[in-house]
Structures are given as structure tokens and as C-alpha cells.
């Protein structure tokens, strides 16, 4: 069994539960209960416990999602968190990795039914808690959108915020928030909706921001989800009747009445999108939204601003299906050597058959030739050449053999130099680990407050060296980690090859391009020649 302990104390004062203390009486209770294999230590000193944004909780994390023990150890529950929905987490994502938990002081062991059953009653809590403050949250932004005020966050382009002084009915000075116009973003955003109604289609809408050289708020260029961004944004729409109206139809909850769809201000939309740990955000159906009016100016006519919704919405199930192809081997590495850019494959149809196809630089494509005029390239012939130059390194084994026994060489000299640097910053860990246990003792014995002072102070300082050196040896352990990957992606190089080459005729489209994807670094286009670079290459 394969042990991890963690001990966690806010702040040294020399007696009681200390981090020393806790971790031995966490040995004590693997040793008696484990048949243990190895030992892992993880302490965090100094750290509070109410969030988990502590160095060596966040190794624990890591390494528990790799597996790296089966039993997790702590002297009590509140050790690895006072808040009961990071503590809630923290089980789940055990449970998860198949990993039991121990506490040693409240006899919470996962690996018995009794554990398991306290675990359960834990998260019963934990939900319900934060069911309760999902409701509150709730109630709060129903209030809160009732004022049009802005919640802070990113601006939408063309509005900076800017904070406001008003009194609540209790006659009490508050602070606020509201959105202000930024006149030279706006009329950018005026240009955008006037283009899109005229042209319908994002793509040309993005080769015209393009070719007219129209930046975002970040001085970069536009793409089609920037601009789907700002055409599906209703901060620039116009709150009047048709606007109410519209929102109405949907079954958004309108946080005001019609009466206050005055025309002019723009609109406020809260509860529009799904936000999830780990996850991108997803836009939620408008039944959800909360629609009230912001106390910033509209710009865009609201029978416009539904136009441009309608032909989104229409354009979006006109929008072709994409991966089915069996055209196009290097897509997925190719560039475009002038620019940077990716290249995409277009393709030439006679009577609905693919006849030909070609690779296309993108910005070329998107710029309409205006900031990269690259010449497009041939596919099937570019394709050929990829694989003919792999089958040329192929059959030169003896130079890649040479060099992949290179590779793997420096790769060992590597691990060998980074496992004598963790050895010597272990060494000074336990120096310092000894010194702090020699100040405690003296701590103990000292009756002048002076003198207790200045041990604090010396063994807070070799605390601090002790967890700066940690930070090294994490550090360390990543960079061998690092090692091992690279070590693994130099032999499967070499075997990934010899299957694409050996058997290039009798494996079907979409193993070919899994294997390139295990050959493969990327692949440039300078208009004449491909050069291609394998993985590991620099």
C-alpha cells in the first residue's frame, strides 16, 4: 500500500498538534494498519485552511490524479479543509481515482462501510449547502437585475465601466457600477451589425474586418467567434417594445416592466450562460435569461438587432459537417511558413465528386489575399511527399536509429544530472528539517521571551528555506517526469514510423492519421517547398 499524508497547521507556535506531530502519528497509524509500501509527505505550514490554494495541497491534487498512492492520511477532517465544499471536492475527487481516506483523529476511514457511509453524510451537507447559496445567488441577481446595473467582469467591446454613488432605501451611501460608452468601439459595432445585415455571413464579414484592417478592443484581428460574440450580445440592442416583445416570446423573465423599455438604454441580460469548473462556457436556452434594462445607451435598433438573430440562427443550420473527409492526410500539422497561419483543405467537385482538393493558408483565405498572398497547395501531391519523405528516413534506418540512440542518451544524462540535484536539495531539506527540531527543543527550555523570539524567528526562516526548496523539488520531479514522456515519445517514433511504412497500404484513412499525429511535429509551407519536422525535432 502506497501511503500519502498531509498535515497542515496556519501558523508554528511549538507545541501542540504540529506539523511534526501529525505526521508521525499519521506513520504510526499506516504502519499499524497498512502493510505500507512507500511513504509520500506533503505539509503545508503557514496556510489557512479555509480554501485549498495552498502549494502542497495542489501537488497532493496532482498527484493523486496520477495515481501516485491509495490511501490518503490526515491527523483530522479539518487538516485538509474548514469549508465543507472544497472538503466535499477534495472526496469526490478520491472516490473518483479509487483512492480511501483516512482520518485518523475522528476514525473516518473510506475503506470501511461505516467511512464510506460518514463520506455519503458529508456530501448530503456539502450539496445542500451549496444548493443554498445557488438559491441565494439566484435571489440576489433577481434583485440585482432589477437595478440594470453592471456586475462587473469583462466589458463588451465598445463600453468601459465606470462606478456610481447612490443611497438605498435605508438612506445609506453605496457604491455601484454602470456601463459608459467608448465612441470609437461603438461605431466599430455599428459597422459590424450594417456589414452582417448586408452580407449574412460571418465568413465574409471576417475577410472584410480583414481587408478594411478593423481590430478588436485588443488590437487584434477579428474572427468569426469575436464577431458572432458582439452580433449575439443584446448590451447593444435598444430596449423598447419590440425588444420586450421579443424577449417575452422566448419566455425570458423580464425583470422590468414595459413601461421601462424607454427606447434608448440598451439591454442587460443576466443568467445567460453556463460556467463550469474545467469546462467552456455554454449559453443557456433565453427561456433562462433575466432581461432587464442597463443603464448604458443602446445603439442598435431592435428591430436590427432580431434581423441579425434570425439569420445567425438560419446560418447555423445551413453550416456543413466537418471531419467526415477522407481527403487531406497533413492537415492537422500543416502551416503556413509566410504568416503562420493554419491551412485548411478546399476541394474541387465535379457532379458532387471530390475530383481534386487543395491546402489554402487561412489568413489568406480570410484576408481575401490582402495579408498573405501564399500560393495554395496541392493535396494529394503534398501528401505523397510527406509520405515519401518518411519512407526515406525510413529506409536510411541506420541515421534515425543514430539518432534516436542520441536522443535517448542525452535523455539519460539528463534524468541522471536531475536525480543527483534532488538528492543534494533533499539533503538540505533534512539539514534544515534538523536544525528546526534542535530550535524546538531549545524553545522548550528557554524561559526568556527574548530568546523565544529569536528561535521563532530563526525557524520560521528555515521553514521558509525548507518550502522554497520543496518548490525546487516539485519543480524537479516535473522536469523528470518531463524526462520519462520524451523517453516514451523517442520510442514510439520509431515504431510508429516502421508501422505507417511497413503497412501504409493495408491500414485505413483515419490510422494513417492517428500514426502521422505519433510522427509528426508540424509541417511548413514556404510556397515551393514542405519541410517537415518529426516529433522531438527543434
Known amino acids: ?21 501529525q505526521i508521525e502519528l499519521c506513520k504510526e497509524y499506516a504502519n499499524k494498519h497498512f502493510e505500507v509500501e512507500e511513504i509520500y509527505i506533503y505539509e503545508d505550514e503557514g496556510f489557512s485552511g479555509g480554501n485549498t490554494d495552498r502549494p502542497e495541497f495542489k501537488r497532493l491534487v496532482k498527484d493523486l490524479t496520477k495515481k501516485k498512492f491509495d490511501t490518503l492520511i490526515c491527523y483530522r477532517l479539518d487538516r485538509i479543509s474548514r469549508n465543507i465544499s472544497d472538503f466535499s471536492s477534495t472526496m469526490e475527487l478520491l472516490e473518483e481515482h479509487d483512492i480511501n481516506f483516512v482520518s485518523i483523529r475522528e476514525q473516518f476511514d473510506t475503506s470501511t462501510p461505516m467511512g464510506r457511509a460518514m463520506m455519503y453524510i458529508t456530501s448530503v451537507f456539502a450539496q445542500l449547502e451549496r444548493e443554498t447559496i445557488a438559491e441565494r445567488i439566484k435571489d440576489n441577481m433577481h434583485q440585482l437585475a432589477r437595478s440594470g446595473r ?38 466599430i459595432v455599428n459597422m459590424i451589425y450594417d ?50 416583445e421579443y424577449f417575452n416570446n422566448l419566455n425570458a423573465e423580464m425583470a422590468a416592466p414595459l413601461s421601462d423599455f424607454d427606447g434608448t438604454s ?6 445567460k450562460n453556463n460556467v463550469k469548473r474545467k469546462k467552456k462556457v455554454s449559453r443557456k436556452d433565453e427561456s433562462e435569461w433575466i432581461i432587464a434594462v442597463g443603464k448604458h445607451k443602446g445603439i442598435i435598433n431592435s428591430k436590427d438587432w432580431i434581423t441579425v438573430q434570425n439569420m445567425l440562427k438560419a446560418n447555423s443550420k ?95 544524462e539528463l534524468s541522471k544530472t536531475q536525480g ?78 516502421h508501422k505507417l511504412i511497413e503497412n501504409f497500404h493495408n491500414i485505413d484513412f483515419n490510422e494513417k492519421k492517428s500514426l502521422l499525429n505519433q510522427i509528426i511535429e508540424y509541417i511548413h509551407w514556404d510556397g515551393e517547398h514542405l519541410e517537415v519536422t518529426l516529433l522531438g525535432q527543434r
Not at 266 to 271: A, K
Not at 344 to 360: F, L
Request: proline share 1%; aromatic share 8%; glycine share 4%.
Open 1 to 21: 500500500m502506497r501511503i500519502a499524508i498531509y498535515s497542515r497547521k496556519s501558523k508554528f507556535t511549538g507545541k501542540g498538534e504540529s506539523i511534526q506531530n
Open 150 to 187: 453592471w456586475l462587473g467582469g469583462k466589458t463588451p467591446t465598445g463600453y468601459e465601466s465606470e462606478s456610481i454613488i447612490y443611497h438605498d432605501e435605508n438612506l445609506v451611501q453605496r457604491k455601484a457600477y454602470k456601463l459608459t460608452s467608448i465612441q470609437s468601439e461603438l461605431e
Open 195 to 244: 456589414k452582417y445585415l448586408e452580407v449574412q455571413s460571418l465568413t465574409q464579414l471576417e475577410s472584410w474586418t480583414l481587408e478594411e484592417g478593423i481590430k478588436s478592443k485588443n488590437n487584434k484581428n477579428f474572427d468569426k467567434s469575436a464577431l458572432k460574440l458582439i452580433l449575439t450580445n443584446p448590451v447593444y440592442c435598444k430596449a423598447d417594445n419590440l425588444a420586450y
Open 266 to 271: 440598451g439591454l442587460m441580460v443576466f443568467n
Open 318 to 412: 445551413k453550416a456543413p459537417r466537418t471531419g467526415t473527409s477522407k481527403h487531406g492526410l497533413i492537415t492537422r500539422f500543416l502551416r503556413c511558413k509566410s504568416c503562420g497561419s493554419k491551412m485548411r483543405i478546399s476541394y474541387r467537385k465535379v457532379d458532387g465528386e471530390v475530383k481534386n482538393y487543395y491546402y489554402k493558408c487561412l489568413l489568406k483565405e480570410r484576408s481575401r489575399k490582402s495579408q498573405c498572398d501564399i500560393i495554395n497547395l496541392n493535396g494529394s501531391l503534398a501528401d505523397q511527399i510527406v509520405i515519401n519523405e518518411l519512407k526515406k528516413i525510413y529506409s536510411n534506418r541506420n541515421n534515425l536509429i543514430s539518432e534516436l540512440y542520441n536522443r535517448k542518451n542525452n535523455i539519460k
Open 420 to 497: 543527483s540535484a534532488k538528492d543534494n536539495l533533499e539533503k538540505e531539506v533534512n539539514k534544515y528539517k534538523e536544525s528546526i527540531n534542535n530550535l524546538t527543543l531549545q524553545l522548550a527550555e528557554s524561559d526568556s521571551s527574548i530568546a523565544s523570539k529569536y528561535i521563532i524567528e530563526q525557524i520560521e526562516n528555515f521553514h521558509k528555506k525548507i518550502t522554497e526548496i520543496n518548490t525546487k523539488l516539485q519543480e524537479l520531479d516535473e522536469e523528470k517526469e518531463s524526462t520519462f514522456i520524451e523517453q516514451m515519445n523517442v520510442d514510439l517514433l520509431e515504431e510508429s514510423i
